[in-house]
């Protein structure tokens, strides 16, 4: 397996973790504002999170490994926004989470894609700085390893 | 020192082995000098012809199917393809960042993070330049990850 597949892949299992943790989260707080008159949850409703949240993490895929320019990269983080909304919202409509014709549930639902969205993004962003992070420390090694100032020698 | 020189077979890669009880500052800097002056680029310059020293570059990068070499401040253009660069320079401090870039990984002041994965090389003359995420990787394994 290339390093890069390995990469993809790790990246998919760790969105995916993320997204169903931060699905669970919503799905609690939701719950408890929407259908709190409900005692029991269908158990399928496990499976319906899981789903939802593997389909989510595929729109990893939105952003490709190929080089892009910076105009494209966000392009398709507005792009991949809307994917998750998409899947979200329709796994909603799909599975009778929400009531379509009621605003809040709607509205709640999409603050909830915002909040998930957020907080993914940002622990990725984070994880990123950790990885250059560890890339500044290495370097340095690596210049000081081969006697290397900067300057011409 | 002994200096000890080998003949080759023809196809056979040339390999310098170093044998040496520390790697002391004289050596690290004799290693450098081997891995950063292999070459020299010829350019020409307002007619006159010029030779850049590897070491001193900062980073390569093709335009319009052109290639260009950029030093602290100045640029010229070289008579190389990208790819012929990265081959004769595969084990040097050049790496390839991106499609149209090869840098001097000893003139890279530190990497930051950039949107969609790929990382900045801010340069020692204050010029950044983009690693593109299907690079990094291979920057890892350069710099020993």
Same mark, same amino acid.
């Given at each position: 397996?290339? $390093? ?6 790790? $990246?998919? *299992?760790?969105?995916?973790?993320? &997204? ?29 999170? *899981? ?32 994917? /998750? ?25 999409? *603050? ?5 969205? &957020?907080? &993914? ?7 990123? /700085?950790? $990885?250059?992070?560890? *890339? ?18 | ?24 500052? =004289? ?26 020293? =590897? ?34 320079? =595969?084990?040097?401090? !050049?790496?390839? =960042? ?20 790929? !990382? ?26």
């Amino acid at each position: 397996m290339t $390093e890069s597949i390995k990469k993809r892949v790790t $990246e998919l *299992l760790l969105t995916f973790c993320m &997204v169903t943790t931060g699905s669970v989260f919503v799905c609690a707080v939701y719950n408890n504002i929407f259908w709190s008159g409900d005692t029991f949850l269908d158990a399928d409703i496990l499976w319906q999170l *899981l789903a939802m949240a593997f389909v989510c993490s595929l729109g990893n895929f939105i952003h490709p490994y190929r080089e892009i320019s910076r105009r494209r990269a966000v392009f398709n983080k507005g792009l991949h926004y809307v994917y /998750i909304n998409v899947v979200v919202l329709g796994s909603g409509y799909g599975f009778g989470w929400m009531d379509i014709e009621n605003i809040f549930m709607l509205a709640a639902m999409m *603050l909830g894609i915002l909040v998930v969205f &957020v907080v &993914v993004s940002s622990v990725i962003w984070r994880l990123h /700085i950790r $990885e250059s992070e560890n *890339l500044n420390r290495k370097l340095k090694e690596y210049q000081q390893a081969m006697g290397k100032t900067g300057q011409p020698v | 020192m002994k200096i000890t020189i080998q003949d080759i077979a023809p196809g056979e890669e040339e390999e310098i082995i170093v044998r040496c009880r520390d790697l002391d500052e =004289a050596l690290l800097r004799m290693i450098h000098e081997l891995k950063t002056r292999r070459g020299k680029f010829t350019v020409t310059d307002n007619d006159k012809i010029r030779q850049i020293d =590897a070491g001193d570059i900062f980073y390569f990068e093709a335009v319009d199917n052109k290639v260009f070499l950029y030093l602290d401040r100045d640029v010229y253009e070289v008579r190389y393809k990208l790819y012929e660069i990265e081959t004769e320079y =595969a084990n040097t401090d !050049f790496f390839r =960042a991106s499609k149209s870039v090869i840098i001097n990984l000893a003139k890279v002041k530190q990497f930051a993070p950039d949107f969609g994965g790929r !990382f900045e090389a801010q340069m020692m003359n204050g010029e950044r330049l983009m690693i593109s995420r299907q690079y990094v990787p291979a920057l890892k394994k350069r710099l020993g990850m």
